[in-house]
């Protein structure tokens, strides 16, 4: 294959090739803007670099022949040593990842060419600082020197001369730095500084492929479900100098403002600096607004690019670019990260102004984003005490005590406390702190300081900036102006949306987008907020394209009130066992310890008004739409008192000569209830056939119920299940029972009574007999959460304590199978069920109520799988609409 590839040749759909980064510049380049000229090695050579140990073959000649037409597109050779050519050695994935992998600038810099680039720059001091940032970040990088035993030596260089900033050091400074940091590599990397510019690009290129595995690396690749066998490319880019005096510097720009979606000039800049210099947030920008002043044709310019690039990417774009000496250079570009409320409302705009349809826009948004603006926020009207203004980096309201590391940070939260980890300035190594905490707030660093960039990308509360505030990590106090001191354990309250900062809770209240879906803020109001009219949009759409109905998880008559209100079109299951518990766990009770027919048959007649009035209630909310109760489910030792507990009691009773004689028969109860396994025990169906009248009292009260409302005027579309069905003769079992109860209500009420009965598909053999099963079933509702836990053979209820974290660390899943559906193992049985469900009843209806009808991967696989619905908690139920939407196009 070809490896190397020239910037003219690529294009910004090679991003699995070339990573996001070279083709971008490959774009870039085709467009006739001012990108510096370069190449690109392949994600393929990384990957068999990765896998062998070497670079593979060819890819020193290809790398030679692309090198050699860049020296003479710049008339510069790579090491001369009267006009050295400089190269930047930079990673590019396919996903961006930032700061998580390698970069290495100057490449090409030696004791010779020094001299040659001093006096082709006419600046001495710049040629040793590029010099001494060449050999910082290739010792850092390539040879893995500690990069604080640089840092300390320029820290104690700019000390001993009295000044603050690295921009007060002369050449003598510099030339004698670069010696010191010349000793620091021998020392700690046990091998000199390579003086061969050749091999300073190889290695560096090795590094690059590298950082790939370096464990914050694989930590960001998990959290952001990126897979971990995609690889980097790595792009060689002649460099240009935005440190070669006041009139160079260095920028980031975004077309839109990232944050909130408005159009206008956003970005910061920073004068007579190289690139890191921004990303680390180590001297303070200014906005980008101030470059029209300090160089008004380079400003001009940008405006002119950021337009082009907008209508070309049909999207908000992200730039970073330099300028030597007054001539401006493009040295990145992508489709920029956003928050939630700026996606939804750029993606709005876009389709006013003509750039795309409500498809695209609907495609732009996602079901994750929207849930994040459902979060709730800060309430403005409680009192709050605001301590800083910072930037609005990621949007939230995130409540925590103060933590200063990632360690502490990790650790508290582990131990369930909400944190914020409160830095100068973040950078890859907090990466597990960041993760832990609520929210991130920063004293140092603009909108594309590390710390936002990542907060922005996990979702995740970020303030940053907040530069009144002095953050002291080894004292472990935060001090704000008016001598108020945070001590670490101290709680305070950030808010990501507005950027401040308050001391200790406040309290926070609904999102504009609950309340909108709510039914409280009209869309269609003049006065109302643009970001509702966007989800307004994109919902409607959403909604006019799903194939899908979307019910919901339901048990309670508020929550299917709320789900309604939010759009389900029914209930895909109501749990019936949380109306055995309360009050009426005595009569529960009562009906298991009962010895006779006699004794049950009067406890089931007690329970029997309470369940019925439970289901009217609900059928009322939901009338007119089908609504999917389940019969009894879990075992019945769920019902009764902890075996410990009730032990002790009657021991305790006992010691002190009491006879208590329900506690005693209660506790024999127990014990012959209790299972080792009580999730593969007695539950589900099988309560059905051993405990007789127990199904057929909940099936009366259902079909009374519904009789009830019918009588009222209302229209009830029941739909009884049986949960945990392996084999149909279990199903025939039951379902003889629930008709021969119709009957009877039939006769007794003398209404006209339709219902459906249908089962769980829960179990493996359920799904692989489901042709048998849909002989009887009038629908399956696929119970994914114990298919998920039967199929793998996991404990759904112990998993994630005993050992998920070192499968997710090992990779084994890159996300756990509870939350997002294992397409290949229990999708597979899914897919089976249906295809066999169907052969056997033509338009069986068909839907899944475990956790994953609410997670946005899995509905897109029960789309493509032909699911009629997915169900899900009411407050997902916007998210699946959405999804469901998204999952047609
Ligand atoms: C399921 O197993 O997916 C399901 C919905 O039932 P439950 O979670 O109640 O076992
Ligand atoms: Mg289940």
């Not at 010691?655 to 593969?680: I, K, S, T, W």
Request: proline share 4%.
């Amino acid at each position: 294959p070809k490896f190397v590839y020239a910037f003219a040749e690529a294009n910004k759909d090679m991003k699995d090739l070339l990573g996001g980064k070279g083709a971008n510049l490959g774009e870039m380049t085709r467009l006739g803007l001012p990108v510096p000229p370069g190449f690109t090695i392949t994600t393929e050579a990384c990957l068999a670099y990765l896998a062998t140990g070497r670079e593979p073959d060819g890819l020193a000649e290809e790398v030679s022949e692309q090198l050699a037409k860049l020296e003479q597109a710049m008339g510069k050779r790579l090491g001369d040593t009267e006009d050295p050519l400089l190269v930047s050695v930079r990673s590019g994935a396919k996903h961006s990842m930032p700061g998580m992998m390698e970069t290495v600038l100057n490449v090409g810099l030696n004791d010779e060419s020094v001299h040659g680039l001093a006096v082709q720059a006419g600046d001495e001091r710049f040629a040793y600082d590029s010099y001494r940032r060449l050999i910082q970040m290739f010792g850092k990088t390539v040879l893995g020197v500690d990069g604080e035993h640089f840092e300390d030596v320029l820290e104690a260089a700019k000390q001993s001369k009295g000044v603050t900033s690295d921009l007060d050091l002369d050449a003598k400074d510099l030339r004698e730095l670069v010696q010191v940091y010349k000793d620091i590599v021998v020392e700690h990397a046990g091998q000199p500084f390579p003086q061969d510019p050749r091999e300073q690009m190889e290695l560096a290129t090795r590094a690059v492929f590298d950082s790939w595995n370096t464990p914050r690396a694989v930590i960001y690749r998990r959290q952001e479900r990126i897979p971990s066998n995609l690889g980097t490319a790595v792009n060689i880019v002649a460099m240009v100098f935005g440190n070669l005096g006041m009139d160079s510097g260095t920028g980031v720009a975004f077309t839109r403002d990232p944050a909130s979606g408005a159009q206008g000039i956003y970005g910061d800049y920073l004068q007579n600096a190289q690139g890191e210099d921004v990303v680390a947030g180590i001297r303070n920008t200014v906005p980008l607004r101030e470059l029209e002043r300090i160089d008004k044709r380079s400003y001009n310019e940008l405006l002119h690019i950021m337009q082009t690039l907008e209508e070309h990417y049909r999207d908000l774009c992200d730039i970073e670019f330099t300028i030597e000496r007054g001539k401006l250079w493009m040295l990145q570009t992508r489709v920029g990260k956003r928050t939630a409320a700026a996606a939804f409302r750029i993606a709005t705009q876009l389709v006013d102004q003509g750039l795309i349809d409500m498809t695209e826009a609907m495609s732009r948004v996602n079901g994750a984003q929207l849930a994040q603006l459902m979060f709730p926020r800060f309430d403005e009207k409680a009192e709050r005490h605001k301590i800083a203004q910072g930037m609005n980096a990621s949007p939230g309201a995130a409540v925590g005590k103060v933590v200063f590391d990632s360690y502490t940070a990790v650790k508290w939260s582990r131990s369930g406390e909400q944190v914020i980890l409160v830095r100068r300035e973040t950078n890859p190594d907090d990466l597990n702190g960041m993760i832990a905490a609520a929210g991130i707030l920063t004293s140092r660093g603009g909108k594309t300081s590390h710390a936002a960039v990542v907060a922005r990308g996990m979702g995740k509360t970020c303030v940053c900036g907040a530069e009144t505030l002095d953050v002291d990590t080894k004292q472990r106090v935060l001090h704000a102006p008016h001598g108020i001191e945070v001590h670490e354990g101290d709680v305070i309250s950030v808010d990501g949306g507005t950027g401040e900062v308050f001391l200790g809770e406040v309290p926070v209240v609904d999102s504009p987008i609950v309340r909108y879906f709510e039914g409280e803020l009209d869309p269609a109001d003049e006065e109302a907020d643009d970001l509702v009219k966007a989800v307004d949009r994109i919902m409607r759409h959403a909604d006019g394209v799903r194939r899908m109905a979307i019910r919901t998880n339901a048990d309670t008559p508020e929550d299917a009130a709320r789900a309604r209100r939010f759009g389900a079109q029914g209930i895909g299951l109501c749990r019936t066992e949380h109306m055995f518990l309360g009050e009426r766990r005595a009569l529960v009770e009562q009906l298991i310890l009962a010895d006779t027919d006699q004794a049950r048959e009067r406890q089931l007649a007690e329970l029997l008004p309470l369940q019925r009035a439970d289901f009217i209630q609900l059928l009322r909310e939901m009338d007119g739409l089908p609504v999917t109760i389940r019969l009894l489910d879990p075992p019945l030792h769920e019902f009764l008192p902890d075996i410990t507990e009730l032990s002790v009691r009657v021991a305790v009773a006992e010691a002190r000569g009491e006879q208590r004689e329900g506690d005693l028969r209660l506790l024999q109860a127990v014990h012959r209830l209790h299972e080792q396994n009580p999730m593969l025990g007695l539950r589900g169906v099988r309560l059905g056939v051993v405990i007789p009248g127990l199904f057929q009292m909940q099936a009366r009260a259902i079909l009374e119920a519904a009789a009830e409302h019918t009588k009222t005027g209302g229209v009830p579309r029941v739909e009884i299940m049986v949960p945990l069905v392996a084999n149909v003769q279990e199903f025939e079992t039951v379902k003889q029972d629930i008709i021969q109860v119709a009957r009877e209500v039939r006769a007794a009420e003398s209404v006209h009574l339709e219902f459906l009965i249908g089962t769980m598909i829960e179990l493996p053999r359920a799904a692989l007999t489901a042709d048998q099963i849909a002989e009887a079933a009038e629908f399956f509702s696929f119970g994914t959460n114990d298919l998920t836990q039967t199929t793998w053979g996991f404990s759904r209820d112990d998993v994630e304590a005993a050992f998920f974290s070192a499968y997710l660390e090992k990779g084994i899943f890159g996300v756990s199978p509870f939350e997002s559906l294992d397409r290949e193992g229990v999708g597979e049985l899914v897919r089976i069920a249906v295809g066999k469900g169907r052969s056997q009843r033509p338009g069986l209806k068909l839907g899944v109520c475990g956790e994953h009808g609410g997670d946005a991967d899995s509905v897109h696989f029960f789309n493509a799988v032909g699911l009629d619905y997915v169900s899900c908690s009411p407050f997902r139920v916007p998210v699946a609409r959405l999804e469901a939407g998204r999952a047609t196009s």
